[in-house]
């Protein structure tokens, strides 16, 4: 069975960094073909909205115009994880952020379908 666990997150102030992890356990599909893995975000009274994607079959990156330039996903294989470096935050950054994943033929079907691996969430808050 796969899970996923994100975990990183906290309380920074505009202008400051935190790195998310995304760590998939029971199988590791980081270093699968086919997984979509994306990073989300939802904050009180908001959709829910993708700010990243990771194709695991090459390793392809996408970013919402909300986080281009400011957050990078990479992977680190020895921990079976996926980081989301987040660097310049800003307060509309302030959400709750969740890894999902979904297998997929094509990186085509990756965003704007339904995820069916879904981490917990943890918490980003940013002060102005």
């Known amino acids: 069975q796969i899970r996923l666990a994100d975990s990183g997150g906290g309380s920074v102030q505009a202008g400051g960094s935190l790195r998310l992890s995304c760590a998939s356990s029971?199988?590791?599909?980081?270093?699968?073909?086919?997984?979509?893995i994306a990073w989300f975000r939802q904050a009180p009274g908001k959709e829910r909205e993708e700010v990243a994607l990771f194709w695991s079959s090459d390793g392809t990156t996408y970013y919402s115009d909300s986080v281009k330039g400011r957050f990078t996903v990479s992977q680190d294989n020895t921990k079976n994880t996926l980081n989301l470096q987040m660097n310049n935050l800003e307060p509309e950054d302030s959400a709750k952020y969740y890894c999902a994943a979904r297998v997929s033929t094509s990186i085509s079907r990756c965003r704007g379908y339904e995820y069916n691996l879904w981490g917990q969430g943890t918490q980003v808050t940013v002060s102005a």
């Open positions: 029971g199988v590791n599909i980081i270093t699968l073909s086919n997984y979509c």
